[in-house]
């Protein structure tokens, strides 16, 4: 199983940005795929998810209304678009594959991607 994350790099406060993050090695569409992020010297947090259906979406209380995350099972890709970005919003971004119930949890996901950086500037 692979998860290959893109699309980060270095933006202005205020600006967007779209990840993407394309599986492959496994069933996509059987799967709830969340965003997840990691801060220097924090802990990994919960980002966004979708559900197997793709009809429910999911947001931490940080990103609700300034994020959107949505999947393409026929491109086995899970997206996350990301406007009035913030400083606080610089981290390493993971996508996640988990089971078929959507979790905010680290530990019920199954595979990770590499992850990508993210970094807003003032």
């Known amino acids: 199983v692979q998860l290959q994350a893109c699309g980060g790099g270095l933006v202005q406060a205020g600006g967007s940005l779209r990840l993407s993050c394309a599986a492959s090695g496994l069933t996509f569409s059987l799967y709830v795929m969340g965003w997840f992020r990691q801060a220097p010297g924090k802990e990994r947090e919960f980002v966004a998810a979708?559900?197997?259906?793709?009809?429910?979406?999911y947001y931490s209380d940080s990103v609700k209304g300034r994020f959107t995350i949505s999947r393409d099972d026929a491109k086995k890709t899970v997206y996350l678009q990301m406007n009035s970005l913030k400083l606080e919003d610089t981290a390493v971004y993971y996508c996640?594959?988990?089971?078929?119930?959507?979790?905010?949890?680290?530990?019920?996901?199954?595979?990770w991607g590499q992850g990508t950086q993210v970094t807003v500037s003032s």
């Open positions: 996640a594959a988990g089971g078929s119930l959507v979790s905010r949890t680290p530990e019920r996901y199954n595979y």
């Open positions: 979708v559900s197997v259906s793709g009809m429910g979406t």
